[in-house]
């Protein structure tokens, strides 16, 4: 069965920018879609303005691997479903926050950090430094890339220290970056990748789209989802693995749950 | 200047249940910093019943690290307030999360994972290994040490990868749990500590108040806190540090603050 | 094409202890390549007797992932075969370190410590515990899974921190060890396995085959090798990225091999 | 009791070229250990040229951190004295890698990895970020600061990922590079900084200056010094903690040191 990876758009600045909408006429979302999609992948896309954002427990349920761009409206994200995403991460969902979803709520929720960076948009000349030989995300790339135009992302930026760091970017007005970060939260694999601002026509880059196609098969976990992700099951004195005897007072009696 | 500590209460069954007022009549936060208390750490407490629980900005803002201590009544620490213990620590303020304070809301905030795990409140032996050889934290510990008496935690425990695992529990009735684990959100420190079910003396232990002691000054960090801890502020083109020419369109004005 | 895995042994005992020879009358390398053969693995065998312990450059040329089993003659493996198989590592093919090869040169090499533990041999119970929710080396296992008889092996385990830590084992006689860690080095992924001590018969454990199976298929890189694993080119300032003077005083002429 | 630093040179270009002469009439080791010296750092040096090249057991022993500045001469490092050193860092010695030292013995044995880079000595400019947020070793610096003339180092540098990345750099000619680094080996703490070529007046540079006294303090073990460090006891099952009864056949007798 193919990978089932879906494209969240925020799909704003697509209908009321012109730049935007000429750049990513189906959205950037269709666009990235569009990259992703061959034989082993099956790529659909979800949007802001669907009614749960498009994201149904049911749509995360069948989704592998989940893709995320979003900027101006990070605060119309519905707490809910924000939630969602992070527990079917937990489960084990796949789950890539591209360029400026640095601050969706997802993300941050799944970081525990500021998440935070400086920026600049002045259309300047990126280039991707790959930081970790052979990685799998990297796949079938050169030593380095570079995007002509591009905003700038600065370090300090806000995140935990990641499992490993895939890409590091040069920007032409003197900063670097971290562009290519791994995470695990639970059973879900993350990555984060710096690129793609929407007045600049990163996501039609071949290298650019590489990356994705290799993130996603990258996050991809073929193992059934974890079922109740948040459950801390008492395990009774009478079924340890080893033969104790109860001992001392005790707050609990059997069968309780426990407190949250 | 003594490291300001701060140990937080949550104080609900030191006032309900006989079993733990007996072994905790000043609370398990008034043993746990008269523990901390010396010549380089002044130790104060807070509780959950304290006008917003204690922790008001200013307070928070003169506090080097905070422990915390929850289990009953994680759902009625209010948000805002586990928002702020938050943001103190990215700005640097140290955390330490004691035991059932794996469910407390700031640290799973912290963590951005479940923080679930198994548990068996049967009074059984549990004996602390190290596994970080001289970590600070386990400074004058011996190589492993053990409580008589106390509560099972069993992996799987849904935390990220730690930077470091200085401790790893064995339980009488068969399995294991990472003890003692290290990590970095924003600017401050943050320490997970298993031990310390309320029905047990663990918090009389000198082990165990060996390493709050040595966990304090871990995590301690003499550097002024970080301001504006979720900015992420612009830098204008022509103050880059490198000479560079505005190109392509853009979306933002000069001295536009970013979408968030 | 399938993985190409080689599983290493020594085969010392099997051929001069009766007990270890009964258990494994193929040696325990037959036995573990074996259990690896599968549509997708081809697993053939190498032993320290071997010429070149059967490890030669154009043998491992042609090895995707290269087991490792070995205990009595570790002093035995010539230096040379040590620091190829290194070399193989970081060009991208991936090693298993088995049990006892936690004292294995080339183990020891790419861990850059000193891979010390403590140990007791009573046949007694280990229990592992898997730590890493979903991961693929453990792909089909059971929450915990247990050896009736084995080698205890206990911490600090001597090495450096883990990117993940997959497995932990609990021992009857009351100590803890990382079972089951990860690692990257240069090209080449590493996993390291505790369990297999010689006179018990672990490796015909259906669990120990199923992390071994799953082990083999998450170290391999299909990537092509890193070809000059050592280099370090030097890039003419007329070859830069961008355009740049050269300034000041120098040491090394135009195209000179830097020290090493 | 101040913290005893030693700063080890090559010693090599300082006798033998005039530009690095005129830089360094010290040596670089006589440079830094002057910036590190004060009220609570003792800094002493010692040179390739010194008998055991100034490392004996006894002075190592009495060694708290130890920075190693190489470059044409790793080659003549005795492998006696670069395992002596390797072993004193799994002791609890800390251990600065400093520019060139990448390539140094002792740095490339604890790493376990090639540490390999690409490089151009152009005098370009570097420009260090810090890439976490007060981080002791970058206490008091700016959140970046600039080398008007340096080597250039390029990724990929093939080391393990680090426990913490502290430093970034950018360089002119379009590279970046992973110019803090941490780890730990044993019971030592490891620090990689980059900037340093023997033709510029680097260790000059007050923020260089500045990073190493801060590194020495966070390197700084204050633990007792490891005894045995490649030791692997046997626990002997009468002193099992918890009761077992030995079963099963046996490889070793009573007493007997485990095979290396």
Redesign the interface.
């Known amino acids: 069965m193919p990978i089932r990876a879906v494209v969240w758009g925020e799909n704003v600045?697509e209908q009321t920018?012109k730049?935007v909408s000429d750049l990513y006429p189906d959205g950037m979302h269709g666009t990235i879609a569009a990259a992703l999609q061959s034989d082993d992948v099956t790529a659909t896309t979800a949007t802001l303005q669907d009614p749960e954002h498009g994201l149904t427990a049911e749509r995360l349920a069948e989704t592998d691997v989940l893709l995320w761009w979003g900027?101006?409206?990070?605060?119309d994200v519905s707490d809910a479903v924000a939630e969602r995403v992070?527990?079917a991460v937990?489960s084990?969902m796949g789950f890539i926050a591209l360029h400026?979803a640095h601050?969706a709520k997802p993300f941050k929720?799944?970081?525990?950090?500021?998440c935070?960076?400086?920026?600049?948009?002045?259309?300047?000349r990126e280039?991707l430094?790959?930081?970790?030989?052979?990685h799998?995300i990297a796949?079938g790339l050169p030593?380095?890339f570079?995007l002509e135009?591009e905003e700038?992302y600065?370090?300090?930026?806000?995140v935990?220290?990641p499992?490993?760091?895939v890409f590091?970017?040069?920007?032409?007005?003197?900063?670097?970056f971290?562009s290519g970060l791994t995470?695990?939260?639970?059973?879900g694999n993350v990555f984060y990748f710096r690129p793609g601002h929407?007045?600049?026509p990163t996501y039609h880059d071949p290298n650019v789209q590489r990356v994705l196609q290799n993130a996603v098969r990258w996050a991809y976990?073929?193992?059934r989802r974890?079922v109740g992700?948040?459950?801390?099951?008492?395990?009774?004195?009478d079924q340890?693995?080893?033969p104790?005897?109860?001992?001392?007072?005790?707050?609990?009696q059997d069968g309780e749950e426990?407190?949250?």
Chains 1, 2, 3, 4 share one sequence.
């Open positions: 600045h920018n730049t900027h101006a409206a990070h605060g992070v527990e937990w084990g400026s601050f929720r799944l970081m525990g950090s500021a935070n960076l400086t920026w600049r948009e002045a259309g300047e280039r430094w790959v930081t970790s030989r052979n799998p796949a030593d380095h570079t135009n700038m600065g370090e300090p930026f806000g935990p220290e499992l490993e760091t590091i970017s040069w920007f032409q007005g003197g900063e670097v971290r995470y695990k939260r639970g059973a929407e007045t600049y976990n073929p193992a974890v992700v948040n459950d801390a099951p008492n395990v009774p004195v340890a693995l080893e104790i005897q109860e001992r001392g007072p005790r707050l609990h426990g407190f949250r």
